[in-house]
């Protein structure tokens, strides 16, 4: 079988069995994008205003549940009418890292009850394989998936060497639930003994894309569509403040720059399955 | 200097500059208590009945406050009269593990605030220097302390070898806010080169305490206050349901099993220091 990132979204889609993985595939596909949108806010208002703006223009939103200082759950009704109108795919980005038993409540329960309406979440692998058996426990029901966080853009991560050996060879454990990594590559040959030939299609979502800016002073380090897309396999490219700028109201200044990273990035797949 | 854990908590605190340190180690000499209860419970009335229950026979409670489905900011109030009532210590178990923007504003903002009212928190060093940075910004002012997982007692945990390494060198760079950590033994010598001399006094907070139980079925293993604190040096005792089982009303029943973990964990600190 050829390398999954030689594939077409659309060939991708067809294979995948996770309802999630699929949703998102085939949301690329009818939407030509592979541009995410991270929106890191703090007021439900500006949340709101710039998935509005962002969202014709997205296949996913990933979302900071727990940063909305005036959260309260009439919020993600908003937020799934937003999805619908728009035609995307929500990733709440909440990192679990807990043992089996408290990522379940932690993803199923509280104010935030995240299982209940983000298609895709992720975790570190950290603790160990109990991690993905809580989640797992609460979200395969309901068909969402999980992406484990293989590797990180920040300077000096220890998520690195064998960490991201030990991930990828997790992911490939529970590929019913796992459909994917954040980070900065493909993970296709990662962990591989010598001579095995897993037919693994992980999606990869990566986070630290600009077209300008090289970091924001807090150890993140960005890298282009390009590079990212084409350059390394990955399949779809986050973008936060990049997009968004500081002026949540303008709306033609986000779509157009919205727009600059969509073509982008869909630019970059385009030479990448023709190549 | 003689390693910390042989030394008594009164002198530790004595020497110690982080407040939420030095609050800890008097409060641990006050009660005679190093236990800690962690209250993972999803319902308000549960979770404060539990604490007001345990309350006059620990040195902390630790809290997983996203896990409440009825949260709202008042129950923090009640929180915090319950911490004055039976002085004890709180650290919010978020377990942080994004990029430095990112945790500065989980750890700030969001309906929880976790900032304003948790003297402790802990963070995975996964991401590198930048989640230190991050939360260091916010918690630093506010005389807050944090706790680093170096280590996990879950089975097949990736906190190990090197990345614990890692873990402890992160610490020692960051000692004004970095209090200790989640593990399972002292981590004075791990990660020093050859020859170095560091007076650390780090403190090791250690879940996974258990007197009969062996494990929770979803990857959790469990030692005996014993193992954890006289032969492992380690300085504080998490226990969750060991202490308050599944009748959250029978005061009588949790504050028994407190008072038996507390004397097993206390005694064992005597034997520590007088050996």
């Known amino acids: 079988m050829p390398s999954a990132h030689s594939l077409s979204y659309a060939q991708r889609a067809e294979k995948h069995e996770n309802p999630a993985a699929r949703l998102l595939l ?26 509005d703006a962002v969202g014709p223009l997205v296949c996913l939103i990933k979302t900071h549940i727990d940063i909305l200082e005036d959260f309260d759950y009439g919020l993600i009704k908003k937020l799934e009418e937003l999805s619908q109108k728009h035609d995307f795919v929500i990733f ?7 043992i089996g038993n408290t990522v379940a409540l932690q993803y199923s329960s509280g104010v935030h009850k995240i299982a209940s309406w983000s298609h895709i979440t992720n975790a570190h692998p950290v603790p160990g394989p109990s991690i993905i058996t809580g989640l ?22 220890l998520a690195t ?11 490939r454990a ?29 999606l990869i979502l990566t986070p ?17 569509p ?13 973008v936060g403040r990049g997009v968004y700028g500081a002026d949540f109201k303008n709306v033609e200044a ?22």
Request: with cysteine.
């Open 26 to 51: 085939e949301t690329i596909i009818r939407k030509e994008s592979n541009l995410a949108v991270s929106v890191d806010v703090t007021k439900s208002e500006d949340f709101l205003a710039i998935i």
């Open 92 to 98: 709440e980005d909440r990192k679990f890292a807990d």
């Open 136 to 157: 797992a426990s609460v979200g395969l029901p309901l068909g969402r998936g999980l992406l484990l966080l293989a590797e990180m853009s920040t300077k000096g991560t």
């Open 161 to 171: 060497g064998g960490y991201t050996e030990e991930a990828v060879r997790l992911a």
């Open 174 to 202: 529970n590929k019913k639930f796992v459909i994917g990594f954040i980070a900065q590559r493909r993970m296709d040959a990662v962990g591989l003994a010598h001579g095995d030939n897993e037919e693994d299609d992980f």
């Open 208 to 224: 630290g894309v600009g077209l300008e800016v090289k970091g924001d002073g807090m150890g993140q380090q960005y890298r282009t």
């Open 226 to 238: 390009d590079e990212v897309v084409r350059q390394s396999g990955c399949d779809v490219i986050i």
């Open 254 to 275: 986000i779509r157009a720059r919205a727009e600059k990273y969509r073509q982008e990035g869909w630019n970059a797949y385009l030479k990448r399955v023709e190549s």
